[in-house]
């Protein structure tokens, strides 16, 4: 089993959409976690940190759940613009800086 | 955005030879990672390094190396490379923020490796 798991997808969203990615981590005592995304051909950039009590940034909206070891990333009136690979990525180590990704979840946002 | 470079941005090579990528950053963060990006398996970390000449192997090390000799640079050598070293590569920085522990990473622009 993979340390980080997503669901690949891709997701096909019409414009306006909520959509929601969940991802699954086995390491119990992680103790940070992110999402990313991933432009075509381009390098993760940090979305977001995911905090205990949750966390929102405008239309994006992310929680964690450690009891059932997952973390969710909530999109809200999807834009063309969101179009990406969304990554999810844990801390894995007890020092806090070695990061374990998922491999990603693609994403198309359609007119 | 971090200033984090790499180099070459592509490089094609023939099987059996050495190659070297760079990686080099403006921000004085402590921890570089080196990563590799296929289809189907996301990012892989390769090794990583927790200061100068502190360094550390990752999960697909094999047939990698690395050095630090400056806070700046990280060095991700092939000794001899491999068709299954065909790869994108990236170059990751990550400091504490201070306050949560949080390890943000940010990447380098990648290095697109072709192994013929």
């Known amino acids: 089993r993979k340390e980080v798991e997503q669901d690949p997808g891709p997701f096909n969203v019409p414009e306006g959409a909520t959509v929601a990615f969940n991802c699954t981590y086995s390491?119990?005592?992680?103790?940070?976690f992110f999402w990313y995304r991933q432009d075509c051909r381009k390098e993760p950039k940090l979305l977001m940190s995911?905090?205990?009590s949750g966390n929102e940034d405008g239309r994006f909206t992310a929680q964690l759940n450690r009891a059932s070891q997952y973390i969710s990333l909530l999109i809200r009136d999807s834009k063309l613009s969101d179009s990406a690979t969304y990554l999810c990525?844990?801390?894995?180590?007890?020092?806090?800086?070695?990061?374990?990704f998922g491999a990603g979840t693609r994403l198309f946002v359609k007119a | 955005d971090a200033g984090i470079t790499q180099s070459p941005r592509h490089k094609v090579t023939e099987t059996g030879t050495p190659v070297t990528l760079r990686c080099h950053q403006t921000?004085?963060?402590?921890?570089m990672y080196w990563y590799r990006q296929d289809p189907g398996h996301g990012l892989r970390l390769i090794h990583y390094s927790y200061g100068v000449k502190d360094t550390d192997k990752g999960e697909v090390s094999d047939g990698y190396s690395v050095s630090r000799s400056k806070t700046e640079d990280f060095l991700l050598t092939l000794e001899s490379a491999t068709s299954s070293q065909t790869s994108v590569y990236f170059c990751?920085?990550?400091?504490?923020?201070?306050?949560?522990?949080?390890?943000?990473?940010?990447f380098g622009p990648g290095t697109r490796l072709t192994v013929l």
């Open positions: 995911v905090y205990s």
């Open positions: 990525a844990v801390n894995s180590n007890t020092g806090g800086f070695k990061t374990i």
């Open positions: 990751a920085i990550s400091e504490s923020d201070g306050i949560s522990g949080n390890y943000e990473q940010f």
């Open positions: 921000e004085n963060h402590r921890y």
């Open positions: 390491n119990s005592a992680s103790q940070s």
